[in-house]
């Protein structure tokens, strides 16, 4: 048996990066996968792939989410499993984040998973049936960099509502919990090492030899992860943040 066989996945930010390689695994797995974003050109394709769907959506905007989750319902009948993978790392210290970043950074990083999570976990305990919830955060949310003062805040939140969530909805058995991601190769990162930090072809290569592990953490390797959290291997882990870096927290030479 599969780990996801029939059960249907909703993805968030799923057209790139993370969000896609968990609809990748998750399908592989025998999940019907949905997945949402802003990126036609990308979604589309990749839902073809999976023989899943995708469903244009822009999780800052608050009914453009709930209408993804309808949607979900109408087309499968149920949300069994929902990621919250779409994430926004535009830079901005403490200094000289303007309000309009700030509200940014809580609409894609906080207030679009707090309502996805409402319209999934309502749509669980209507049903009377159980479910989990994966929320990707980010090392970050610890402390951070000077440069990441808004995306900060809003991580932060994020994991503690994972937690207050997973707490809340324990005796629905819905299980909740979040991996604290640390620096991952994606498309979105060299995105954001060009355009914040000048950085050119060869920035990969020279970020890995000075981590433990010779490598940036990789998007399949984060994508079995929570396929492992979505299904019942995972047994009754709820409520819980995963470090998942090969930094230490705590940790000092």
Same mark, same amino acid.
């Given at each position: ?8 996945? $909703?993805?968030?930010?799923? @057209? ?15 999940? #019907?996968? %949905? ?7 990308? &979604? ?10 995708? $469903?244009?959506?822009? %999780?800052? /905007?608050?009914? #453009? ?14 949300? *069994? ?8 790392? #535009?830079?901005?210290?403490?200094? *000289?984040? @303007? ?12 207030? &679009? ?20 919830? %994966? ?8 402390? &951070? ?6 995306? %900060? ?18 005796? /629905? ?5 979040? $991996? !604290?991601?640390?620096? @991952? *190769?994606?498309?979105?990162? =060299? ?9 050119? !072809? ?17 998007? /399949? ?8 959290? $979505?299904? @019942?291997?995972? &047994? ?8 998942? =870096? ?6 000092? =030479?």
């Amino acid at each position: 048996m599969k780990l996801l066989q029939g059960r249907v996945v $909703l993805v968030s930010g799923g @057209t790139q990066g993370i969000g896609a390689g968990v609809a990748r695994a998750a399908a592989r797995e025998g999940a #019907s996968v %949905v997945v949402t974003g802003r990126r036609p050109e990308s &979604g589309e394709p990749l839902a073809r792939e999976l023989g899943g769907t995708y $469903l244009q959506s822009d %999780v800052s /905007d608050v009914d #453009s989410a709930r209408t993804s989750a309808r949607a979900t319902i109408e087309r499968h009948g149920r949300i *069994d499993c929902l990621v919250n993978a779409a994430g926004l790392t #535009s830079r901005g210290t403490l200094l *000289d984040t @303007t309000p309009e970043l700030f509200d940014q950074h809580i609409a894609v990083n906080l207030r &679009g998973p707090f309502f996805l999570m409402q319209a999934a976990v309502q749509d669980m305990v209507r049903r009377g049936e159980p479910g989990t919830i %994966v929320n990707i955060i980010s090392s970050s949310e610890l402390g &951070g960099q000077p440069y990441l003062a808004p995306y %900060v805040a809003a991580k932060a939140g994020l994991a503690g509502l994972t937690r207050n969530a997973a707490h809340a909805h324990r005796f /629905d058995r819905i299980r909740i919990n979040g $991996l !604290d991601i640390g620096w @991952t *190769d994606t498309e979105g990162e =060299d995105v954001t090492q060009r355009a914040f930090h000048a950085a050119d !072809d060869g920035w990969r290569e020279r970020a890995a030899k000075n981590l433990p592990m010779g490598k940036l953490s990789q998007v /399949d390797e984060i994508a079995d992860f929570v396929v492992f959290l $979505l299904s @019942t291997r995972s &047994g009754v882990v709820t409520g819980s943040v995963i470090d998942w =870096d090969q930094n230490v927290l705590g940790g000092m =030479d």
